[in-house]
T-cell receptor
Framework: KAGVTQTPRYLIKTRGQQVTLSCSPI?????VSWYQQTPGQGLQFLFE???????NKGNFPGRFSGRQFSNSRSEMNVSTLELGDSALYLC??????????????FGQGTRLTVV | AQSVTQLDSHVSVSEGTPVLLRCNYS??????LFWYVQHPNKGLQLLLK??????LVKGINGFEAEFKKSETSFHLTKPSAHMSDAAEYFC?????????????FGKGTHLIIQP
C-alpha cells in the first residue's frame, strides 16, 4: 500500500511568487492535513480537509490556502511568497474527518526555499 | 486550547542504555497523545499513540510511553538505545473529537546516541 506522497520534494521560489504543493493521501483516506515545519516555530498546523471541505484552519495569513479534490488529493497554495515561508511543508492523511484520534500518516514533505 | 512541552531539547545516551524523553501536556479535553520520530530528511513516523485505553502504550522499535493523568505527563522510554534511534522525537497532543487545533506538536527532543 503506497504511503502519503508529496510533490515536489524540493522547490526554490523567489519572493513575491506563488507556489502550489500537492499531497496524495493513502488510498481510502479522506482526511488531509497540512503542517509547516521551521527551525524557529517547529511544527504548526495549517489546515485540514475532509471530503473536499476545509474543516479546520490554523493561525496563518490568508496567503496560505488549500483545497481537496474528489479523489482526496489535496493542494496547498502560498501566494506572494515571503522569505519566512521557507520551510518543510508536511501533509498527513487519515481515514476519519480528523487526525485527532489517529495521529495521521505523514508524507516526506516538500522543502520550500524562498530567495 | 491544548499545548505540549518537551522538557529536554537534547538528550544524549550511550548505546545499550535506557532512553527517557519527557513530555508534559495541557488539554481541556481527554486528549489523544502521540509520539512521532523524524529522521534526517525524512517525514514523521508514528511511534505510538494513547487514546484512552491502556495507560501504558507499547509502540514500534521497543519504545513505550505511560500516560499519567495526575502528572499530565506522557514520557517516552526504551530499555536499551540503539544507534538507529538517533533522531528528532516529537510529543503530540490532540483533541480526539477533532478540535480546531489539529495536532499540536512539542518543540522536539533531539536524541543523540553515543557509541
Amino acid at each position: 500500500k503506497a504511503g502519503v506522497t508529496q510533490t515536489p520534494r524540493y522547490l526554490i521560489k523567489t519572493r513575491g511568487q506563488q507556489v502550489t504543493l500537492s499531497c496524495s493521501p493513502i488510498s481510502g483516506h479522506r482526511s488531509v492535513s497540512w503542517y509547516q515545519q521551521t527551525p524557529g516555530q517547529g511544527l504548526q498546523f495549517l489546515f485540514e480537509y475532509f471530503s473536499e471541505t476545509q474543516r479546520n484552519k490554523g493561525n496563518f495569513p490568508g496567503r496560505f490556502s488549500g483545497r481537496q479534490f474528489s479523489n482526496s488529493r489535496s493542494e496547498m497554495n502560498v501566494s506572494t511568497l515571503e522569505l519566512g515561508d521557507s520551510a518543510l511543508y508536511l501533509c498527513a492523511s487519515s481515514w476519519n474527518p480528523s487526525t485527532g484520534a489517529e495521529g495521521g500518516f505523514f508524507g516526506q514533505g516538500t522543502r520550500l526555499t524562498v530567495v | 486550547a491544548q499545548s505540549v512541552t518537551q522538557l529536554d531539547s537534547h538528550v544524549s545516551v550511550s548505546e545499550g542504555t535506557p532512553v527517557l524523553l519527557r513530555c508534559n501536556y495541557s488539554s481541556s479535553y481527554s486528549p489523544s497523545l502521540f509520539w512521532y520520530v523524524q529522521h534526517p530528511n525524512k517525514g514523521l513516523q508514528l511511534l505510538l499513540k494513547y487514546t484512552s485505553a491502556a495507560t501504558l502504550v507499547k509502540g514500534i522499535n521497543g519504545f513505550e510511553a505511560e500516560f499519567k493523568k495526575s502528572e499530565t505527563s506522557f514520557h517516552l522510554t526504551k530499555p536499551s538505545a540503539h544507534m538507529s534511534d538517533a533522531a528528532e522525537y516529537f510529543c503530540v497532543v490532540s483533541d480526539p473529537g477533532g478540535g480546531a487545533d489539529g495536532l499540536t506538536f512539542g518543540k522536539g527532543t533531539h536524541l543523540i546516541i553515543q557509541p
